[in-house]
Nanobody
Framework: QVQLVESGGGLVQAGGSLRLSCVAS????????MGWHRHAPGKQRELVAR???????NYANSVKGRFTISRDNAKNTVYLQMNSLKPEDTAVYYC?????????????WGKGTLVTVSS
């Protein structure tokens, strides 16, 4: 059993910063890509940022230059540093990871953490 647990969400004023963390635990041999998605009310879930096991990153155009994704492979943890936050960044943020376990490689998701940006 693998669990992904996010933390770091909350309420922040526009222009502020937050740092999200996501820790993967359980039967894990290794982790390929890790990423953050978000789901805002009335919108489709979208990919925010993704990082490979080797550290290559890609970002949604809407967050480039403001958000930074990083990971600590030794801790099975991925981070999302969010700066210059805007009200349109308000959403539930979900962590995702491609987990290599005993006999499988499967995507796993966290339950999400709410980020609210006030104007």
């Amino acid at each position: 059993q693998v669990q992904l647990v996010e933390s770091g969400g909350g309420l922040v004023q526009a222009g502020g910063s937050l740092r999200l963390s996501c820790v993967a635990s359980g039967s894990i041999f290794n982790i390929n890509g890790m990423g953050w998605h978000r789901h805002a009310p009335g919108k489709q879930r979208e990919l925010v940022a993704r990082i490979t096991s080797g550290g290559s990153t890609n970002y949604a155009n809407s967050v480039k230059g403001r958000f930074t994704i990083s990971r600590d492979n030794a801790k099975n943890t991925v981070y999302l540093q969010m700066n210059s936050l805007k009200p349109e960044d308000t959403a539930v943020y979900y962590c995702a990871a491609d987990i290599i376990g005993p006999g499988y490689v499967l995507p796993h998701w966290g339950k999400g953490t709410l980020v609210t940006v006030s104007s």
